[in-house]
């Protein structure tokens, strides 16, 4: 599984507070209320929790829940598969090294090589599948300044 600082640059949504201007019971205005550790709204005669729904899928969460168990599991995957790339060209760089410094066979070489192309090729489909269906561009790192 992919590591938390590879999750959160690729995610794509936000869970945004649905507040009220009038109490659903009695349309009395509302003012925000903090009690049992979250905030709520208040009228003066009710409490009115306020919820939070997701920007992509609109689901509705409680307002101390800061992540979308839906989206979450579609950027975990997209998260997994980027990272499993870069893993596997990795072991490819590596057994290059080995290979040319005489420390593997070649026919070990040729089956590591193809088995580390070929999930390469898997992830890059999976990768292009989850951007496409969620609409997102390439994940590109954080460029860093230069002094």
């Not at 929790?49 to 995957?77: M, W």
Request: with cysteine; hydrophobic share 30%.
């Amino acid at each position: 599984m992919a590591e938390l600082e590879d999750i959160i640059p690729r995610r794509d949504y936000k869970l945004l507070p649905h507040l009220h201007k009038k109490c659903v019971k009695c349309e009395s205005y509302l003012f925000l209320l903090s009690h049992h550790d979250t905030i709520s709204q208040w009228c003066g005669k009710h409490i009115n929790p306020i919820k939070r729904s997701c920007s992509y899928c609109g689901k509705l969460f409680n307002y101390d829940e800061l992540d979308c168990d839906v989206c979450d599991l579609e950027i975990e995957a997209l998260a997994d598969a980027e990272v499993g790339v870069e893993r596997n060209e990795k072991t490819i760089r590596k057994i290059n090294r080995k290979y040319k410094r005489g420390e593997i066979a070649e026919i070990d070489y040729q089956t590591q090589k193809e088995i580390c192309e070929d999930e390469i090729e898997l992830c890059t489909k999976e990768a292009e599948r989850i951007r496409k269906h969620r609409g997102i561009g390439l994940h590109s790192e954080i460029p860093t300044q230069k002094l």
